[in-house]
């Protein structure tokens, strides 16, 4: 049977039963197309008992190097497919599981760089200077310290004005949990803003029906002397702001 089935069939496979019951329809076709837009066809189109720990290694680290996100999160994918081939009894061993550490020394790790909040005042007017809806969706998602696909996907159905909150969806989560966000004056203006621009998404694309594309936030970010600073970045520095607060002030009591 393993010597029949390829890593390309194999991973549509577990694809269409684990992983598309899960996420949206849009985060399950990423899940998919980074493996195989970015894999060689010749790996893919080998049988999956026959790619060893050194295969995954010479494939990777070029990936990894070229778009290092976008290489992480396939070797994590990739991991977890092998993972369920050795349940499947399609193979003894996984073979990303040796080649961890090593596909980080030879690819080389980059250096991560956030925002500090010293310069957080000075960006965020302006962000708030700027006009459109790819400045607000910007802007909102770091009021709300929101992951990307969140923002440019909220729905008017999610809000929840008198209460102030804002309810995410468990699916669209990456833990599979519903959360809830509570908002503040100025994200609450940002939503008086939008209103009246879409029947079904808070920042819509030009086309009204569709939410915009991840890479208008980007550009946003490059257009107002950002750097190579992401959403993430700004996410990653409330929790590391907002987290400690939050145990000082339990301390306190």
Known sequence: MASRVTLRRYARAYHEKHVEPLRTVKHAR???????????????????????????????????????????????????IFNAAVID??????????????????????????????QVPAFMQRLRDARG???????????????????????????????????????????????VVFLSDRALEILDGQEGLSRKFVFPSLAIRTPMSNMALLMTLRRLGAGTFTVHGFSSLASRLCVPMALQSRMRR
Not at 97 to 118: D, F, K, Q, V, W
């Open 89 to 118: 009894g399609l193979r003894p061993d996984n073979p990303a599981t040796p080649i961890c550490r090593e596909l980080h020394r030879r690819a080389g790790r980059r250096e991560r760089r956030n925002y500090s909040y010293r």
């Open 30 to 80: 990423q899940w998919i197309n980074s493996i195989e837009q970015h894999v060689s066809a010749s790996l893919l189109d080998t049988t999956i008992d026959r790619i060893n720990a050194v295969d995954l290694l010479d494939e990777l680290v070029p990936i990894l190097r070229k778009v290092p996100e976008t290489g992480s999160r396939i070797y994590q994918r990739l991991a977890t």
């Open 133 to 179: 809806t790819s400045p607000r969706c910007l802007e909102f998602a770091i009021l709300t310290a929101a992951r990307t696909s969140e923002a440019l996907t909220a729905e008017w159905a999610e809000f929840d004005r008198e209460a102030r909150t804002w309810t995410i969806p468990a699916a669209k989560m990456k833990c599979h949990e519903r959360h």
